[in-house]
T-cell receptor, first 112, second 116 residues
């Protein structure tokens, strides 16, 4: 079956801009989680959506937001980009938040 | 808040040798996952450990879980170069008592380099 698809794979943005990342989960999976990965901080949890509702949120500023659609696809938005937002953003899909998570290939965001 | 500690963070080993990566966590959990990440790639699921005493093996890798000690180990037997990667453990924890809201917390990862 198809895996988790993230688009785009690479993005270069300027400070102050905003960006939207997309994630299509595995068919049948209703839980979508987002993570930020940087060399210094490792994998940090951003938020989790389940059936269009945000159930969990990590310790990130309000500039980071997300949503989930009725088909379980999810988007993540970062507004007013800062240099420190440069990272690999990973999306994970699972049946539920306790279940094994399957990761997409990630979106590499570079803020200049 | 749940803390997940992996050690070592960096591991350089020779082919053919054995070694163990440790994953300690701070609160009660009976569900733990191990992932592998190659440079520039995403995370690949390796093992799912669902109960105390669980042991899973795949090729040269074996993972175990001791929920009483809050410890999981990933043992590498007779390492080969293809095992070079970063390995993460991730612990499932309940976010609110009485609910069904869980969260995965990852360790910082162990960068394994296997030298010929």
């Amino acid at each position: 079956k198809a895996g988790v698809t993230q688009t785009p794979r690479y993005l270069i943005k300027t400070r102050g801009q905003q960006v939207t990342l997309s994630c299509s989960p595995i068919s049948g999976h209703r839980s979508v989680s987002w993570y930020q990965q940087t060399p210094g901080q490792g994998l940090q949890f951003l938020f989790e959506y389940f059936s269009e509702t945000q159930r969990n949120k990590g310790n990130f500023p309000g500039r980071f937001s997300g949503r989930q659609f009725s088909n379980s696809r999810s988007e993540m938005n970062v507004s007013t980009l800062e240099l420190g937002d440069s990272a690999l953003y990973l999306c994970a899909s699972s049946l539920d938040s306790w279940a094994e998570a399957f990761f997409g290939q990630g979106t590499r965001l570079t803020v200049v | 808040e749940l803390k997940v500690e992996q050690n070592p963070l960096f591991l350089s080993m020779q082919e053919g040798k054995n070694y163990t990566i440790y994953c300690n966590y701070s609160t009660t959990s009976d569900r733990l996952y191990w992932y592998r990440q190659d440079p520039g790639k995403s995370l690949e699921s390796l093992f799912v450990l669902l109960s105390n005493g669980a042991v899973k093996q795949e090729g040269r890798l074996m993972a175990s879980l001791d929920t009483k000690a809050r410890l999981s180990t990933l043992h590498i037997t007779a390492a080969v170069h293809d095992l070079s990667a970063t390995y993460f453990c991730a612990v499932v924890s309940l976010q609110n008592s009485g609910g069904s809201n869980y969260k995965l917390t990852f360790g910082k990862g162990t960068l394994l380099t296997v030298n010929p």
